[in-house]
């Protein structure tokens, strides 16, 4: 059997929120022997939103370790060395398959067992499947979803064997638009297809997304509404050849890329955790109803002061940020100390083409576009804002410079009065600029 290993402090899970709970750790005074992070991916902490933009750019490539964590955030790299000479435990390739959080002892896949005083949870999300609709064919060779850096490297591999090849992106969200601009700039052909009447509903309106819909086309990439993927035609080797859609039309791909959605990975802690909306409940230091166990990332549902209600947020700057929280709690407890309330401002951003946008604050209420949005304009710039109550609360922009970028952001958190939605439409960008 297995040697026991055991830890003041465990992370499980070495994505974003890990490599950024390792850094608070280590500036807050971390003693040789102390951490651990059990990680199944086989590299350290790395930047996750990498893998979607530069990483699969075949054209102008970037790789590990140039986007290992804290590199987003425009901080040092943890590279491997970093943890050996920081006394920090890194297990690669483990994953942990049992958690009894009442006997404070972890069971990986091979039998190792960990025992910690102290646990972070921080296992993100993994992607919705197709065959999880109970799609026919879904299994077939050349259909990739992208999570992880295997993921990313399996298509990598599809995309120069299947050059100049034909792709279709399953889905209007955050992968399916960030995935057709790249699959588009390696010279694949491109159709992407979703349900709704616009990409990316779950924050684009109608307005913002007819920027993008327009753009994408003047790029050559076909775009089909309206639909889902209901089944998959192989050739002869098993490999993916059509796509066959709901309303009975078919489409040729050599590559599938599906991007529907994730979820939480929270199996673990099942009827050991309060859970709330999909995720473990956790206070604003990040604390779960268990004693000792705290839940950081994608996987937290946690008090959103701002909006005074409870959420989830599936975004790297909640990921980076939470998990400091989670750490700087832990030490303070420690020391007899307190530390104030985490007090997030909603932040998502994107890029694809030459396209970058950033979003701050709360997508609900009423909506009012301002700037030029035109999709064949040399250099757009475009946002919206979001009023509640006489309020704003939200602000989205295409085409922001960084001062612009920190003013919507200022915006949002400090939520001015609005006179009147037309005032707002007319001085556009000069109404937060002005704050
Ligand atoms: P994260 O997913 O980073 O890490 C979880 C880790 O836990 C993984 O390494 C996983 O293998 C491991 N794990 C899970 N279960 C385990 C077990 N049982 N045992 C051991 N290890 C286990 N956001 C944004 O704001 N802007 C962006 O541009 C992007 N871009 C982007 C691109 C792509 C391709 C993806 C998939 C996601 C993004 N995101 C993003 C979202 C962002 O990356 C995400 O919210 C954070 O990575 C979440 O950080 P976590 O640490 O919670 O999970
Ligand atoms: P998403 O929730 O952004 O988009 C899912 C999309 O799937 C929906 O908009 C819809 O168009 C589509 N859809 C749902 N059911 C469908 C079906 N049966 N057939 C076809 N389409 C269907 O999820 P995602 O794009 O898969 O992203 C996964 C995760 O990665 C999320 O957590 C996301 O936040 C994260 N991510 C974030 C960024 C970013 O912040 N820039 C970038 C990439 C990924």
């Not at 090849?165 to 399953?170: D, L």
């Not at 955050?174 to 390696?186: D, F, H, P, Q, R």
């Not at 059509?242 to 990975?265: F, H, N, Q, S, Y």
Request: glycine share 10%.
């Amino acid at each position: 059997m297995a040697e026991e290993k055991s830890f003041k402090y465990v992370i499980v899970g070495g994505g974003v929120a890990a490599g950024y709970a390792a850094r608070e750790f280590y500036k807050q005074g971390l003693k040789p022997g102390e951490l651990a992070i059990i990680s199944r991916e086989p590299v350290p902490p790395y930047e996750r939103p990498a893998l979607s933009k530069g990483y699969i750019n075949l054209e102008n490539k970037s790789s590990l370790p140039g986007f290992y964590v804290c590199a987003g955030s425009g901080g040092e790299r943890q590279f491997p060395q970093w943890y050996k000479q920081n006394g920090v435990e890194l297990f690669l390739d483990t994953e942990i398959v049992k958690a009894d959080l009442a006997a404070k002892t972890l069971v990986s896949g091979t039998g190792q067992v960990f025992k910690y005083q102290t646990l972070i949870a921080a296992t993100g999300s993994s992607v919705t499947r197709l065959s999880d609709f109970g799609v026919e064919g879904a299994d077939a060779k050349n259909i990739f979803y992208l999570r992880e850096l295997v993921d990313a490297d399996e298509l990598i591999t599809a995309m120069n064997i299947k050059a100049n090849g034909k792709a279709v992106v399953v889905g209007g969200g955050y992968i399916g638009l960030e995935l057709s601009s790249a699959l588009k700039v390696n010279s694949l052909e491109v159709t992407m297809v979703y349900p709704e009447p616009w990409c990316m509903p779950r924050l684009f309106t109608a307005d913002i997304a007819s920027f993008y819909e327009g753009y994408y086309a003047n790029k050559g990439i076909n775009i089909v509404k309206g639909t889902v993927a209901a089944g998959f035609k192989t050739n002869s080797d098993g490999e993916v050849s059509e796509v066959i859609l709901k309303d009975g039309r078919t489409l040729e791909a050599d590559i599938v890329i599906v991007g529907v959605g994730a979820r939480p990975i929270i199996s673990l802690f099942k009827g050991q955790v309060e859970e709330e909306k999909g995720g473990l409940k956790t206070d604003a230091f990040f604390r779960t109803s268990v004693p000792d166990v705290y839940a950081v990332g994608d996987i937290a549902t946690f008090p959103m002061k701002l909006y005074n209600d409870m959420r989830r947020v599936e975004h790297v700057d909640h990921a980076r940020k939470s998990a400091e929280q989670a750490v700087k709690a832990i030490k303070a407890a420690e020391e007899g100390n307190s530390i104030p309330e985490y007090d997030y401002l909603p932040y998502f951003y994107s890029r694809a083409f030459n396209l970058s946008w950033q979003f701050y604050g709360d997508n609900v209420g009423e909506t009012v576009l301002f700037g030029d949005n035109d999709p064949t304009s040399a250099k757009p710039k475009f946002g919206s804002y979001w009023i509640k109550e006489g309020k704003l609360i939200g602000v989205f922009l295409e085409g922001g410079s960084p001062d612009e970028n920190k003013a919507i952001a200022k915006a949002a958190r400090e939520q001015p009065s609005v006179e009147s939605v037309e005032v707002l439409s007319k001085e556009g960008l000069s109404f937060v600029n002005n704050i």
